[in-house]
């Protein structure tokens, strides 16, 4: 923990959300884009976007590999996006996934240091773990 020292929220949060995407990168490696079936340049792509649902930002049902059309251009392709996300993650997570960005529309998310020094550890893990 001793290198996070003196590092701000800023710098945690893009180091934890760059090991974030690449673990989902990896972790949908093959499965084509949740949009558009296409095996183009993989993103990771978030349905509840980062600008209104931050606390969304490390939620793994939340993001998927997409291709870069459809993130970029399309932003995020939501109605194709959201017609097949129940069949990636099933109803129930889906359903979970719709309350919990209810809750946070509603009462926002503050990051924590603490928090996201476990995000880029955790992540940093996951994605060591699927490289192997």
Not at 15 to 42: L, M, V, W
């Given at each position: 923990?001793?290198?996070?020292?003196g590092?701000?929220?800023?710098?945690?949060?893009?180091?934890?959300?760059?090991?974030?995407?690449?673990?989902?990168r990896?972790?949908?490696?093959?499965?084509?884009?949740?949009?558009?079936?296409?095996?183009?340049?993989?993103?990771?792509?978030?349905?509840?976007?980062?600008?209104?649902?931050?606390?969304?930002?490390?939620?793994?049902?939340?993001?998927?590999?997409?291709?870069?059309?459809?993130?970029?251009?399309?932003h995020?392709?939501?109605?194709e996006?959201?017609?097949?996300?129940?069949?990636?993650i099933?109803?129930?997570?889906?359903?979970?996934?719709?309350?919990?960005?209810?809750?946070?529309?509603?009462?926002?998310h503050?990051?924590?240091?603490?928090?996201?020094?476990?995000?880029?550890?955790?992540?940093?893990?996951?994605?060591?773990t699927?490289?192997?």
């Amino acid at each position: 923990m001793k290198s996070y020292k003196g590092k701000s929220i800023g710098w945690l949060k893009a180091k934890a959300q760059s090991y974030f995407n690449a673990f989902i990168r990896e972790r949908d490696n093959g499965k084509g884009c949740i949009s558009c079936d296409s095996f183009h340049t993989p993103h990771a792509t978030h349905f509840y976007s980062v600008r209104m649902y931050d606390g969304l930002r490390f939620n793994e049902d939340n993001v998927h590999g997409g291709c870069v059309s459809c993130n970029t251009f399309l932003h995020g392709n939501l109605f194709e996006y959201g017609k097949r996300l129940p069949d990636r993650i099933g109803m129930e997570r889906f359903e979970r996934l719709q309350d919990c960005a209810a809750e946070y529309k509603r009462h926002g998310h503050k990051w924590e240091r603490r928090e996201l020094i476990e995000i880029i550890e955790k992540y940093k893990n996951k994605l060591k773990t699927l490289q192997e």
